[in-house]
């Protein structure tokens, strides 16, 4: 087990014990107590490729179960915990990263049929006037490739406004900083929104935009260059199938990588494409 799972570990028991400690005195202060119970909330997405930040991690299905336990109130914000799998269905045939993107080599790598990635996220949100402001911690673990985790800091600011029949329109910006190996930045900002239908059916649309500093490229691509780095968007279909409990979503994606230079160059020699479509059909399940 290394450092930085220890460290995950050690956070999560004490950001868990706040939050219970938060939750007994305010239960003990006579406060409204059914607002501060846990909401736990379980998804599975099964995709038809593994996509992250405009890469092609893999072009074969992957199953992304996910876990999330939100609304512990701390400090007049809420904490959440959560984690995200990357369970491969098939086994593939990936190429490794190597030290001269120029020059891959044959370093291609078996992929088995498991878990190929777990993602592990703390999480503390602060209402603001129109949005929310939200700080948080990601581990990142690969148990196929010892040693290659990686770790972020990141902030995320989101604005919601309800603008004709586009309720909410949802502006967003995050900015990670992975500070194990890349000592760089990745940032986001995107736009998203939901038509509401008839028999609790929405259409919901995004499109983000990706930027990424030289350290970060240089950590991931080997190309010693920043600018910006992916435009993604995808257009989904949701709908209730169980009062208030169980979902289902069926959604199309695109991405691509927009730099025309070494940094594209590279991402084609490593991964083979720099264009994508995916599709995802996911359930989700809240308590």
Known sequence: MNHTFKLFMAVLLLCGGFAATTLYAQGEAGEDFEGNQAEILLRLNYASKDIWRGLELSDEPVLLPYLEISNLKVVGGELTLSWLGHFNVTDYMHRNIPEDPADPGDNWAIHDEDFARHDWRVS?????????????????????????????????????????????????????????????????????????????????????????????????????????????????????????????????????????????????TLFGDTNDFWFSWIVTVKM
């Open 124 to 268: 503390y949100s602060q209402p603001l006037l129109a949005g929310e402001l939200e700080l948080g911690w990601i581990q990142y673990y690969y148990p196929m490739v010892p040693g290659d985790d990686y770790a972020e800091l990141y902030a995320k600011l989101t604005a919601r406004q309800n603008i004709l029949f586009l309720r909410p329109l949802k502006l967003y910006v995050s900015a990670n900083y992975e500070y194990e190996e890349a000592d760089g930045w990745y940032i986001r900002a995107g736009v998203g929104t939901q038509i509401e239908g008839q028999n609790e059916w929405r259409l919901q649309l995004d499109a983000s935009l990706g930027w990424a500093t030289d350290d970060y490229n240089k950590e991931f691509f080997g190309v010693d260059d920043d600018g910006t780095h992916d435009f993604t968007c995808s257009i989904g279909l949701e709908g209730q199938v169980v009062d208030n409990t169980v979902y289902v979503k069926w959604m199309v994606s695109y991405t691509t990588m927009l730099d025309d230079g070494t940094l594209e160059e590279a991402i084609d």
